[in-house]
């Protein structure tokens, strides 16, 4: 079968990655791509936001390709673009099979099959879609054999929703194939601010703290499975080789957590003398002093830590397991180590208080990270939040292109969208306009490059776990 894989043209434009400048490559279509051409099937990647894709080239590209079937991956700021492609493809080439996948189309499944798509693959994508693939290659659509494929939802002849049980976790993720690279424009993948190519790499899947606003442990579940540090390593050595990668960026939420893990890794890089840095996120309560300067001392050059709020009441709402005492010792060991360390925070929850934002503001800049990034809780389907949300009728935009965390789209008891979006403007401003933050950065050279960057970094690191996922 010929399969091509996408993200919906013409989102360059989008806010997200307007703000973002740059993009990162879609793991998840790419780990699908590699499963499929292992089983022999011929396939096609279209990284739409990296390739400016509009419309019109996009369907030219079909045109050409020829494909079987077209999936596309619908992250929730880019479902209406997707939406609106699916309808072209209807149009244009009526017995081409569409399939959506990603966390929005898992979450919003009769949304997706009302815009066009034929089926929905749900959760973990890689052997649902190869079954899937080799079910419609057999079979077409046919409604008695789609039921027995696991993992997805169709709608049947009646024009009922059919949800066929979820498919099981992959437990062993070193049997995956390395994501199909060659598809993907590879020259594209820059590190924020600089000419150097970035490798992104995803070690693990899952999360086992279901946070309120993040779908992670939701869509891949509650146990963290990791890949092996020898495999890990393997796909590290062949990016530097093939691609001459010299930065790895784990896409990971956090890589901190199994530490024999990162020592074996180390070990492996060490003895392979793979010259590159990494950058990778972190846990504040798995993190220590001895750990940090091993980290440091072993290539890491950027620690992002979801610290996500001031106030202690607000971390143990959104389940965060993570306490303000532990946060302030992580962030004077960076000090004392002259660690990269970022930290990320999350204003606009629906129980807080304007002085709940600013006490988060305040504890940023206690804190004193080398960068600071502040997005607005978002309701993403699938989420706790999101229930929360529809609950208590807090959701006021439904437009998802606004679902980018920069932007509110949901009220709170106390504070209302404006109010909201002017003290994302406060945090950003009191964190960055500070003396002590500017000279120091002026020391560093970096003052003049640092507007745009901290503009960038707000979305690029969204970026670089969402596109991980799809």
């Known amino acids: 079968m010929r399969v091509l894989l996408a993200l919906p043209p013409e989102v360059h434009d989008l806010e997200i990655y307007r703000v973002a400048g740059m993009t990162a490559p879609p793991l998840g279509l790419a780990y699908i791509a590699a499963v499929l ?34 999936g596309i991956s619908l992250q929730t700021p880019l479902a209406p673009k997707g939406y609106a492609i699916a309808k072209e493809l209807r149009r244009e080439f009526p017995d081409l099979v569409l399939i959506a996948g990603g966390p929005h189309a898992t979450y919003m499944v009769d949304e997706a099959l009302d815009n066009g798509f034929d089926v929905v693959v749900r959760f973990e994508g890689e052997y649902t879609t190869l079954e899937l693939v080799e079910t419609i290659e057999k079979f ?3 409604e008695e054999a789609l039921k027995k494929v696991k993992g997805i939802a169709f709608r049947d002849r009646e024009g009922r929703t059919i949800e066929t049980p979820r498919r099981e976790f ?29 490798a992104h790499v995803m070690a693990s899947r899952g999360c086992p703290y279901g946070c309120i606003f993040c ?31 010299k930065y790895v960026i784990f896409t990971d939420d956090e890589l901190t957590g199994y530490r024999r893990f990162v020592y074996d890794l ?11 840095v990494f950058t990778c996120g972190a846990r504040v309560d798995h993190m220590d002093r001895e750990f940090m300067k091993f980290l440091i001392d072993s290539g890491c050059v950027g620690l992002y830590f979801g610290v996500e709020s001031g106030t202690q009441r607000t971390l ?61 809780a978002t309701p993403y389907p699938g989420t706790p939040l999101f229930h929360y949300a529809l609950q208590h009728n807090l959701i006021e935009d439904w437009n998802w292109e606004h679902y980018t965390t920069v932007r509110p789209v949901m009220r709170g008891f106390y504070l209302d969208l404006r109010t909201i979006a002017r003290l994302l403007q406060e945090a950003y401003t009191r964190f960055y306009a500070r003396w002590s933050f500017m000279v120091r950065e002026l020391k560093a050279g970096r003052l003049l490059q640092l507007i745009p960057r901290i503009l960038r970094a707000v979305a690029s690191r969204v970026l670089d776990v969402i596109r991980s996922r799809v």
């Open 266 to 276: 180390v070990k492996e890089f060490r003895e392979r003398k793979l010259d590159v």
């Open 140 to 142: 077409g659509l046919s």
């Open 170 to 198: 992959i437990q062993n993720l070193d049997e995956l194939p390395f994501p199909a690279r060659h598809l993907l424009p590879m020259d594209r993948y820059r590190v924020l601010g600089k000419n150097i190519r970035a």
């Open 37 to 70: 051409e292992r089983a022999g099937h011929k396939v096609a990647i279209v990284d739409s936001p990296t390739l400016r894709m509009t419309r019109d080239r996009f369907l030219q590209i079909v045109r050409e390709f020829k494909p079987d079937i077209v």
């Open 215 to 245: 779908s992670t442990s939701y869509f891949w579940g509650r146990r963290i499975r990791i890949r092996s540090a020898k495999n890990v390593a393997d796909e590290v050595e062949q990016l530097v080789e093939r691609y001459g990668a």
């Open 316 to 376: 143990d709402m959104i389940g965060k397991r993570i306490t303000l005492e532990q946060a302030r010792k992580v962030f004077q060991w960076a000090k004392e180590l002259n660690a990269f360390a970022v930290a990320s925070f999350v204003i606009g929850f629906p129980w807080e208080t304007v002085e709940d934002v600013r006490k988060t503001i305040e504890f940023s800049i206690e804190l004193d990270p080398a960068y600071a990034q502040f997005t607005v």
